[in-house]
């Protein structure tokens, strides 16, 4: 975790500050089964995705984003990553193609 986060963000218990994005799709999903919540559509879910996206825009309407801000952003990405074990897609190598797509996309004339 880096030292530059402000002080309400609370130190994960030791090893769950690294998980890889597979590990947290298959556990998210494996949770919203226990709990039957797999009862949508995919334009249901991306639609709670992006519920979840105006939540964290209500964290940020302050001078600074609160406390909340990144147990929202932690819901945004438990969301994806529900949606994404349930359509069988690997998020880590989706993740990887597109990282490694935009960086031969170089600035596109914007400074650096
Ligand atoms: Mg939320």
Known sequence: MSEDRPAYHIKPAEGLDDLGINYICRKQY?????MGWHNKTVLEALALIASEV???VNECRGDAPTPAFGEELADIILRVADLAQWQRINLAAEI?????KNEERGTRGRRV
Do not use: N
């Not at 494996?30 to 226990?34: A, D, L, S, T, V």
């Not at 990887?96 to 490694?100: G, I, L, N």
């Open 30 to 34: 494996e949770w919203g089964e226990r």
């Open 96 to 100: 990887a193609c597109k990282m490694a």
């Open 54 to 56: 105006g939540e964290a």
